[in-house]
Protein backbone atom coordinates (compact mmCIF):
# COMPACT_ATOMS: atom_id res chain seq x y z
CA UNK A 1 0.00 0.00 0.00
CA UNK A 2 1.13 3.23 -0.53
CA UNK A 3 1.57 6.12 1.74
CA UNK A 4 -0.13 9.02 1.65
CA UNK A 5 1.77 11.71 -0.64
CA UNK A 6 1.90 9.90 -3.75
CA UNK A 7 -0.97 7.62 -4.40
CA UNK A 8 -3.27 6.75 -7.61
CA UNK A 9 -6.29 4.82 -6.58
CA UNK A 10 -8.77 3.46 -8.72
CA UNK A 11 -12.04 5.28 -10.08
CA UNK A 12 -15.18 4.83 -7.23
CA UNK A 13 -18.49 4.04 -9.19
CA UNK A 14 -19.82 7.30 -11.56
CA UNK A 15 -23.10 8.10 -10.38
CA UNK A 16 -26.07 7.62 -12.33
CA UNK A 17 -27.26 9.17 -15.43
CA UNK A 18 -30.51 9.72 -13.81
CA UNK A 19 -28.98 11.16 -10.55
CA UNK A 20 -27.13 13.60 -12.84
CA UNK A 21 -30.01 14.64 -14.83
CA UNK A 22 -32.53 14.99 -11.58
CA UNK A 23 -29.84 17.42 -10.61
CA UNK A 24 -29.74 19.87 -13.81
CA UNK A 25 -32.77 21.03 -12.36
CA UNK A 26 -31.39 21.76 -8.96
CA UNK A 27 -29.96 25.18 -7.95
CA UNK A 28 -27.31 25.30 -5.44
CA UNK A 29 -29.42 27.06 -2.61
CA UNK A 30 -31.53 24.66 -2.09
CA UNK A 31 -28.93 21.68 -1.69
CA UNK A 32 -26.49 23.58 0.78
CA UNK A 33 -29.80 25.32 2.63
CA UNK A 34 -30.64 21.44 3.33
CA UNK A 35 -27.32 20.48 4.18
CA UNK A 36 -27.68 22.55 7.31
CA UNK A 37 -26.54 25.98 5.32
CA UNK A 38 -22.91 25.29 5.83
CA UNK A 39 -21.41 22.85 3.56
CA UNK A 40 -20.20 23.96 0.31
CA UNK A 41 -17.46 25.89 -1.56
CA UNK A 42 -16.74 29.22 -0.33
CA UNK A 43 -13.86 31.79 -2.02
CA UNK A 44 -14.36 30.12 -5.62
CA UNK A 45 -14.81 31.95 -8.98
CA UNK A 46 -17.05 31.02 -11.97
CA UNK A 47 -15.35 31.66 -14.88
CA UNK A 48 -17.84 30.15 -16.96
CA UNK A 49 -20.93 32.42 -18.42
CA UNK A 50 -23.36 29.51 -19.32
CA UNK A 51 -23.62 26.04 -17.97
CA UNK A 52 -24.54 23.83 -15.29
CA UNK A 53 -22.08 21.70 -13.98
CA UNK A 54 -23.20 18.35 -12.54
CA UNK A 55 -20.93 15.15 -12.31
CA UNK A 56 -19.01 12.71 -10.34
CA UNK A 57 -15.70 13.68 -8.99
CA UNK A 58 -12.55 12.62 -9.75
CA UNK A 59 -10.18 14.16 -7.34
CA UNK A 60 -6.71 15.23 -7.72
CA UNK A 61 -4.33 16.38 -4.76
CA UNK A 62 -1.39 18.35 -6.29
CA UNK A 63 1.82 20.21 -5.17
CA UNK A 64 1.37 23.50 -5.26
CA UNK A 65 1.98 24.96 -8.75
CA UNK A 66 2.32 21.43 -10.33
CA UNK A 67 0.15 19.41 -12.70
CA UNK A 68 1.99 16.19 -13.72
CA UNK A 69 -1.05 14.19 -11.55
CA UNK A 70 -3.19 16.28 -13.44
CA UNK A 71 -1.93 14.27 -16.59
CA UNK A 72 -2.15 11.47 -15.01
CA UNK A 73 -5.60 11.66 -13.91
CA UNK A 74 -6.98 13.02 -17.17
CA UNK A 75 -6.17 9.40 -18.67
CA UNK A 76 -8.30 8.01 -16.32
CA UNK A 77 -11.55 10.06 -16.53
CA UNK A 78 -14.35 8.41 -17.97
CA UNK A 79 -17.90 10.34 -19.51
CA UNK A 80 -19.70 12.51 -16.21
CA UNK A 81 -16.14 13.05 -14.19
CA UNK A 82 -15.62 16.42 -12.86
CA UNK A 83 -12.35 17.43 -12.61
CA UNK A 84 -11.00 17.87 -9.04
CA UNK A 85 -8.16 19.47 -8.55
CA UNK A 86 -6.63 20.38 -5.51
CA UNK A 87 -3.66 22.79 -5.97
CA UNK A 88 -3.65 23.76 -2.11
CA UNK A 89 -4.77 27.48 -2.69
CA UNK A 90 -1.34 28.34 -4.45
CA UNK A 91 -2.56 31.12 -7.37
CA UNK A 92 1.20 31.54 -8.21
CA UNK A 93 1.41 29.34 -11.11
CA UNK A 94 -1.90 27.91 -13.33
CA UNK A 95 -2.77 24.31 -12.90
CA UNK A 96 -5.09 24.06 -16.05
CA UNK A 97 -5.60 25.98 -19.44
CA UNK A 98 -6.80 25.44 -22.77
CA UNK A 99 -4.82 22.60 -23.55
CA UNK A 100 -5.95 20.65 -21.04
CA UNK A 101 -9.46 21.79 -21.18
CA UNK A 102 -9.95 20.30 -24.68
CA UNK A 103 -8.60 16.80 -23.62
CA UNK A 104 -10.34 16.47 -20.81
CA UNK A 105 -13.51 17.59 -22.64
CA UNK A 106 -13.04 14.47 -25.03
CA UNK A 107 -12.69 12.56 -22.76
CA UNK A 108 -16.36 13.52 -21.75
CA UNK A 109 -15.46 15.73 -18.56
CA UNK A 110 -18.31 17.64 -17.63
CA UNK A 111 -16.09 20.55 -15.93
CA UNK A 112 -13.53 21.80 -13.64
CA UNK A 113 -12.93 22.52 -9.83
CA UNK A 114 -9.68 23.83 -9.08
CA UNK A 115 -8.80 25.14 -5.43
CA UNK A 116 -5.56 26.91 -7.17
CA UNK A 117 -4.91 29.27 -10.22
CA UNK A 118 -6.14 28.62 -14.10
CA UNK A 119 -5.16 30.43 -17.52
CA UNK A 120 -6.34 30.50 -20.97
CA UNK A 121 -9.27 31.77 -18.97
CA UNK A 122 -11.11 32.30 -22.52
CA UNK A 123 -11.56 28.73 -23.49
CA UNK A 124 -13.55 28.50 -20.27
CA UNK A 125 -16.71 30.56 -20.92
CA UNK A 126 -18.91 28.13 -22.28
CA UNK A 127 -17.22 25.17 -20.10
CA UNK A 128 -18.07 24.96 -16.50
CA UNK A 129 -15.25 26.36 -14.11
CA UNK A 130 -14.44 27.17 -10.95
CA UNK A 131 -11.39 28.49 -10.10
CA UNK A 132 -9.58 30.86 -7.03
CA UNK A 133 -8.35 33.12 -9.42
CA UNK A 134 -6.13 33.24 -13.23
CA UNK A 135 -2.43 34.09 -13.41
CA UNK A 136 -1.00 33.85 -16.80
CA UNK A 137 2.53 32.03 -15.32
CA UNK A 138 2.29 27.77 -16.08
CA UNK A 139 2.70 25.11 -14.34
CA UNK A 140 5.61 22.67 -13.40
CA UNK A 141 5.65 19.07 -14.58
CA UNK A 142 7.77 17.07 -11.73
CA UNK A 143 4.89 15.98 -9.24
CA UNK A 144 3.84 14.89 -6.23
CA UNK A 145 0.74 14.31 -6.33
CA UNK A 146 -2.21 11.99 -5.42
CA UNK A 147 -5.29 10.79 -7.24
CA UNK A 148 -8.73 9.81 -5.64
CA UNK A 149 -7.96 10.88 -2.24
CA UNK A 150 -9.85 13.47 -0.08
CA UNK A 151 -9.26 17.37 -1.29
CA UNK A 152 -10.17 20.64 0.04
CA UNK A 153 -11.75 23.12 -2.16
CA UNK A 154 -12.99 26.10 -0.23
CA UNK A 155 -13.23 24.84 2.67
CA UNK A 156 -15.00 22.03 1.23
CA UNK A 157 -13.78 18.55 1.71
CA UNK A 158 -14.76 16.42 -1.33
CA UNK A 159 -14.71 12.96 -1.60
CA UNK A 160 -13.65 11.03 -4.76
CA UNK A 161 -17.18 9.80 -6.27
CA UNK A 162 -19.16 12.53 -4.70
CA UNK A 163 -21.42 14.35 -6.65
CA UNK A 164 -20.99 17.81 -7.15
CA UNK A 165 -23.47 20.52 -8.21
CA UNK A 166 -22.65 24.04 -9.48
CA UNK A 167 -24.58 26.91 -10.79
CA UNK A 168 -23.83 30.90 -10.66
CA UNK A 169 -24.73 30.84 -7.28
CA UNK A 170 -21.93 28.40 -6.43
CA UNK A 171 -21.00 25.07 -5.82
CA UNK A 172 -21.78 22.07 -3.39
CA UNK A 173 -20.48 18.83 -3.06
CA UNK A 174 -21.93 15.39 -1.26
CA UNK A 175 -22.10 11.68 -1.25
CA UNK A 176 -24.22 9.94 -3.33
CA UNK A 177 -26.21 7.90 -0.98
CA UNK A 178 -27.66 11.17 0.30
CA UNK A 179 -28.79 12.21 -3.52
CA UNK A 180 -32.55 10.68 -3.11
CA UNK A 181 -33.60 12.57 0.08
CA UNK A 182 -31.35 16.00 -0.92
CA UNK A 183 -33.57 16.00 -4.38
CA UNK A 184 -36.57 15.13 -2.64
CA UNK A 185 -36.01 17.94 -0.23
CA UNK A 186 -34.72 20.05 -2.91
CA UNK A 187 -38.39 19.90 -4.57
CA UNK A 188 -40.39 20.69 -0.95
CA UNK A 189 -37.89 23.76 -0.82
CA UNK A 190 -39.08 24.94 -4.39
CA UNK A 191 -42.37 24.60 -3.80
CA UNK A 192 -42.47 26.55 -1.03
CA UNK A 193 -40.67 29.09 -2.35
CA UNK A 194 -43.02 29.20 -5.53
CA UNK A 195 -45.50 29.57 -2.57
CA UNK A 196 -44.18 32.70 -0.75
CA UNK A 197 -43.23 34.14 -4.73
CA UNK A 198 -46.96 33.86 -5.16
CA UNK A 199 -48.13 35.34 -1.93
CA UNK A 200 -45.63 38.38 -2.91
CA UNK A 201 -47.16 39.09 -6.32
CA UNK A 202 -50.73 39.57 -4.62
CA UNK A 203 -49.44 42.82 -3.15
CA UNK A 204 -50.64 42.48 0.85
CA UNK A 205 -48.66 44.26 3.37
CA UNK A 206 -49.50 40.69 5.39
CA UNK A 207 -47.31 38.58 4.43
CA UNK A 208 -47.54 34.92 6.34
CA UNK A 209 -44.52 33.60 5.54
CA UNK A 210 -42.87 36.82 6.84
CA UNK A 211 -45.22 37.42 9.84
CA UNK A 212 -43.95 33.37 10.74
CA UNK A 213 -40.43 33.98 11.44
CA UNK A 214 -41.63 37.34 13.63
CA UNK A 215 -43.35 35.47 15.36
CA UNK A 216 -41.08 32.56 16.27
CA UNK A 217 -38.52 34.86 17.07
CA UNK A 218 -40.87 37.32 19.36
CA UNK A 219 -40.85 40.49 17.11
CA UNK A 220 -44.38 40.45 15.85
Given amino acids: MSLPGSRIQ ?6 SEEIIQAFQAVVTPHISDNLGRHVGARGLTRFNRQ ?24 TM ?7 VIDAQGDTCNAVIGELIKLYALQRGCTGFVVNGAIR ?28 NVPVSIGGMLVQPGDILVGDEDGLVAFAPEHAPALLEAAARHAAHEEAVKAEIATGKLQQSWLQRVLEQNGLA
Fill in 10 to 15: SNPPLV
Fill in 51 to 74: GKLVGTALTVKTRPGDNLFIYKAM
Fill in 77 to 83: LQPGHVL
Fill in 120 to 147: DVASFESTPCYALDVVHCGPYKTGPGEI
